[in-house]
């Protein structure tokens, strides 16, 4: 009975220890992944879905143009996933987020320059999956877009 007893428990430990990084990975899996080192951020007019991209409006680090650098990064960070396939017009904006290696990711972002309008990043590797992000975040940065 003893040795049942035990077992028990031990299943009932792994089951637990399981269940919680499923949780984990879940709740990760509805943000955008990000290297921890963001050198530089870079706000190109849309090029459609193209991996290309066109006019340079602003570039942004921690040392210029820091708050557009630091709203950006909160607005990655604070985006949540959307459930289901998505089907977009074209991108407002591309961003390019280049990290301290020097390596970049893109990302396809919407902002919407109407009242409560919220904003919508897309990953250019993975176009059926889109993030939104707050309104106030929205408003933040067609702000300081144009003040560019």
Known sequence: ??????????????SI???GCQLQDSKDSNKINLKDEIKEINIFQSNEFKNENSD???????TDNTE???????????SIKQAGIVDMIEPNYN????????????????????????????????THIVYSFSE??????????KSK
């Not at 009975?1 to 792994?14: G, P």
């Not at 340079?56 to 921690?62: K, M, Q, W």
């Not at 709203?71 to 990655?76: A, D, G, P, Q, S």
């Not at 106030?136 to 877009?145: E, G, Q, R, T, V």
């Open 1 to 14: 009975m003893k040795k049942f007893t035990i077992l028990s428990f031990i299943l009932v430990f792994i």
């Open 17 to 19: 220890i399981m269940l």
């Open 56 to 62: 340079l409006i602003v570039s942004a680090s921690d």
């Open 68 to 78: 557009i650098f630091e709203t950006v990064k909160t607005i990655i960070s604070d």
């Open 95 to 126: 961003l390019e987020i280049v990290y301290e290696d020097d390596s970049t990711k893109e990302l396809y972002l919407w902002l919407m320059e109407v009242e409560d309008g919220k904003g919508s990043l897309m990953e250019a590797e993975d």
């Open 136 to 145: 106030d975040l929205n408003a933040k940065l067609i702000d300081l877009i």
